[in-house]
């Protein structure tokens, strides 16, 4: 079946950049999503790549896919404390046109920025 | 985008008892769904809700346990059971919204807050 991989932890310095990465299996994904939870809170979308693009970016992010290796990556331009978080890498799988495919989730990526 | 609230926030609920979360969208939607955060743990998918008919749910998970209503395109409600101490997490209510231009389409899917369940 479909599988999403994360590495657990990442801890970097304010003011570097941070770079999460996430593998997964399903070729025939079609969005790949990256979200934001902070603590005791939802999750917040914060951007999507189509499996046709390659890179996409979005102020101080930029999504990297690499569809050969099934591939994902995050990259935080000037990481803040406000970034402290965990970080889910999502694919969706299923026929494109059906109307209806689930979300397959990563466990999650632990993002610790210190001063 | 799409905004969604949920109801309760949190609660703590005697083993034995049922407890009904509310999902509000603030704009019709494509789907809908309910999903399960344990601690610690990544989400799980409980069901599709569906409007008018009886929701789709994923492997594991049955209606009689979990309940679920969707009246209208925006509104949802989940219901636990009989609820056991291995109940206790989080309730995630999420929404797709899609746009289709041609024959190009985009989804996108919103979570809400969360009902953080403990069952004692």
């Known amino acids: 079946g479909e599988d999403v991989e994360q590495s657990l932890f990442l801890s970097v310095r304010e003011g570097d950049s941070s770079v999460i990465n996430c593998t997964y299996t399903d070729s025939s994904s079609t969005y790949l999503y990256w979200y934001k939870q902070e603590p005791g809170a939802g999750l917040q979308l914060l951007t999507y790549i189509f499996s046709n693009m390659d890179m996409k970016q979005d102020q101080r992010l930029t999504v990297l896919l690499n569809k050969k290796d099934k591939h994902l990556s995050l990259r935080i331009a000037d990481t803040q404390t406000g970034d402290s978080a965990i970080y889910f890498c999502?694919?969706?799988?299923?026929?494109?046109?059906?109307?209806?495919?689930?979300?397959?989730f990563g466990k999650g990526t632990m993002l610790l920025v210190s001063p | 985008s799409a905004v969604i609230s949920q109801k309760p926030s949190r609660d703590i609920c005697q083993r034995g008892t049922s407890l009904t979360i509310q999902c509000q969208v603030d704009s019709q939607v494509t789907m809908m769904f309910w999903y399960r955060q344990q601690p610690g743990q990544s989400l799980t998918l409980i069901a599709t809700?569906?409007?008018?008919?009886?929701?789709?749910?994923e492997s594991g998970f049955v209606i009689d346990k979990f309940p679920i209503s969707r009246p209208n395109l925006t509104f949802s409600t989940l219901t636990v059971s009989n609820m056991s101490p291995e109940d206790s997490s989080i309730y995630l209510c999420?929404?797709?919204?899609?746009?289709?231009?041609?024959?190009?389409?985009?989804?996108?899917?919103?979570f809400g807050p969360g009902t953080r369940l403990t069952v004692l």
């Open positions: 809700a569906n409007q008018g008919s009886e929701a789709t749910y």
């Open positions: 999420s929404a797709r919204s899609t746009r289709a231009s041609g024959t190009a389409r985009t989804d996108t899917q919103y």
């Open positions: 999502a694919e969706t799988f299923g026929p494109f046109n059906s109307g209806y495919s689930t979300l397959t």
